[in-house]
């Protein structure tokens, strides 16, 4: 079993005058995080918390959330991530179906944790510190932290990432990103997600700081942009369009990497960001590779825009005869929480990790991913990709929101419908024409129906099965 040095004592050695976090405009120092983090993990030993077991962990991105998640991890806990968007019955489902033995909350979110047996983090600042053992070596292969997935097509399930999984994750990153003196990541998406968590774990791996944010705030974000202190920024494609809203004019040439995931972006939207010099880079990954595992290398951007590019260094991808995406590599699950079956099933008989996504990979290598293979529309024996209709309908100025998918045809056996969040009513008529231009007759969604909103998890993935129903 290959174990490494305690990852935050190790960086206190190494740098412990460097800048650890950034929150509200503070800045600590790796030493100081480390004595606040020591004092976090006596006061949570008082309730009994102690290595191996599944510990709960409702927060929220701010500076106690950030010493609770290292301090569980000095104490060799395995952290159950409750995403703070869920309603109280699927936080208790994710709890039971975990088999957790404590859960902290931040104080609000009590009515999200009504029956259950919960402690606030107030209750755990106000508490005695024990003198704990906290844990001298990180084993590879020990969980260290639990994610569940976002359940768009049915009951969600406990992905478990060691913490193997999320060294090879950061140092692949390292490797196709870089790392130099000066780096900082800003973190606005949130922490109780792959992609937050592994901006901490990048953090205390590289020895750069976290700039925490609560919220994402555009104009906030946009001077941190240009103020020369952050040089690595993670987003979604919202966040990215949000920022290209208030963009004036270039930012600091510190700033190097725009980290897009969490689905794909259109072209009109890349695009705006070339011609503005905003150095964005696509990337591919879920929760059960441990945040990205296929990134766009930046040189690389503006000549396959569309792509997510290649896998990191440690990792491989292939497609398989029905074109799903297949990866192996260090950074990938361990497997799902008590739920042998659905690991299982999610592996194929050589061992590759079947996302369930569909894609392919052109003459150099890159991939590009098409959808979701669940969502994939067979209509007449065509495939048709739901995100490609999509992309065309979003380029319409009337139209806000869109989610394409299939519906029962006695002829065709499926054919698209479209759901529609629209600035103001619209003649469907129009919008049929308006696809006409753009795309093959048998691709044109054969309904068109408007919508106050598109139904979303809580980590914002929209709920096709509830439009299909």
Known sequence: MMELTNWLEKRVRLSPGKTALVFQDKQETFLELYEAVQEVAGKLASFGVRAEMYVALLGRNDRETFLMIHALQQLGARTVFLNNRLTATEILFQTRDAQVERCFYV??????VNGMLAISFTSVMEAPILDAPLVSHFAMEDVASIMYTSGTTGQ???VMQTFGNHWWSATGSMLNLGLQAGDGWLCAVPIFHISGLSILMRSVIYGIPVYLEEHFDEIRVDAFLRSGEVTMISVVTTMAQRLLDVFTTRYHPNFRCMLLGGGPANKSMLEACFEKGIPLVQSFGMTETASQIVTLPPEE?????GSA???????????SAHGEILLKGPSIMAGYLHNESATKASFDGDDWFQTGDVGYLDEDGFLFVLDRRSDLIISGGE???PTEIEHVLIAH??????AVVGATDEKWGEVPVAFIVAKEAMDTALLYEFCQQKIAKFKIPRQFHFLDSLPRTAS??????????
Do not use: S, T
């Open 107 to 112: 104080d609000g979110f009590a009515e999200k």
């Open 156 to 158: 969600p399930k406990g």
């Open 301 to 305: 951007a503006l000549l396959k825009i």
């Open 309 to 319: 590019g290649k896998p990191l260094f440690p990792a491989e991808i292939k497609i």
């Open 383 to 385: 495939n048709i990709y």
């Open 397 to 402: 100025p009337n139209v806000l929101e869109v």
């Open 460 to 469: 914002q993935k929209i709920q096709r099965h509830r439009l299909k129903r």
